[in-house]
């Protein structure tokens, strides 16, 4: 099948990429006391079925089960049968096939039913999407840490603009003029999994950095600081930031 093909049927499918949203599965069955519903991952959606990873329910091709999907004030239920299973390095993903599904599906699929908030999640899981799509040399466990680095980036951003909210400025490295954290602290890529954060350290008049480097095997995550100091979690990390930053903050 062509490039321009895939793209064509890619398209035709309109497969909202998901990830990150509550989803609950069960078993089917007749008896009165139904099993109870395990939280899922989510992978993305379509108007005839979607994908999801589970490593506590063992299920078989073609095993029908019941979900409930909730994306912010829409709730998605219904029934389907399992159409296809992979199990990777890291996780079992399914591909599921709807038989019933409430009529809330179609207002996911229309953009004007969505809020702002919605379609800002949605964006941005497309654009992971994306990238890990084109990611051909990358092993599950290389998407995996690139996935952790990606978190990391943006908890990092996020925890600099709220700063910047509640009135935290920090100096230039070139003019004495006082910025917004968000700006004052350059935040980089490296290689190997690291990022580099890297500002200016009003105490010693020297520009100040430190390093991030994410540490992952099949079950945890560890984040280290400094090539010394090791997370097992990124509010740790923001943690070091904060008091590295001390001597640099001022108050408006």
């Known amino acids: 099948m062509s490039t321009q093909n895939k ?22 069955g007749f008896n009165h006391n139904p099993p109870a519903y395990h939280l899922c991952r989510s992978i993305d959606l379509s108007l005839n079925g979607l994908a999801f990873a589970n490593d506590e329910l063992t299920l078989k091709v073609p095993e029908k089960i019941e979900f409930i999907l909730n994306l912010e004030e829409h709730e998605i239920k219904g029934n ?23 009529p809330e599906i ?14 800002e999640h949605l964006t941005i899981n497309l654009a992971e999407q994306f990238v890990f799509s084109n990611i051909k040399t990358s092993t599950p466990l290389d ?13 990092c951003r996020c925890y600099l603009v709220r700063l910047g909210e509640m009135g ?5 490295m070139n ?20 990022l580099l954060l ?20 099949s079950l945890d995550t560890c984040f280290m600081v400094d090539e010394k100091k090791a997370c097992h979690n990124i509010l740790q990390v923001l943690e070091i930031l904060g008091d590295k930053l001390q001597p640099s903050i001022h108050f408006i």
Not at 198 to 216: D, V
């Open 143 to 155: 998407k995996l840490i690139l996935k952790r680095q990606q978190q990391l980036f943006d908890a």
């Open 175 to 194: 003019t004495e003029v006082l910025l917004l954290p968000g700006k004052a602290v350059k935040i980089f890529r490296t290689p190997a999994q690291t």
């Open 168 to 172: 935290v400025r920090m100096p230039d």
């Open 198 to 217: 890297r500002w200016h350290n009003e105490a010693n008049a020297n520009a100040q950095e430190m390093t991030i480097a994410i540490q992952q095997n």
């Open 7 to 28: 793209l064509i049927n890619r398209r035709h499918d309109q497969r909202l990429p998901l990830q990150g949203l509550e989803l609950k599965i069960r078993k089917t």
């Open 80 to 102: 389907g049968v399992i159409c296809n299973k992979r199990t990777s390095q890291n996780e079992t993903q399914y591909g599921l096939m709807f038989l019933n599904v409430t």
């Open 106 to 119: 179609s207002r996911v699929f229309d953009n004007d039913q969505l809020s702002t908030h919605e379609l």
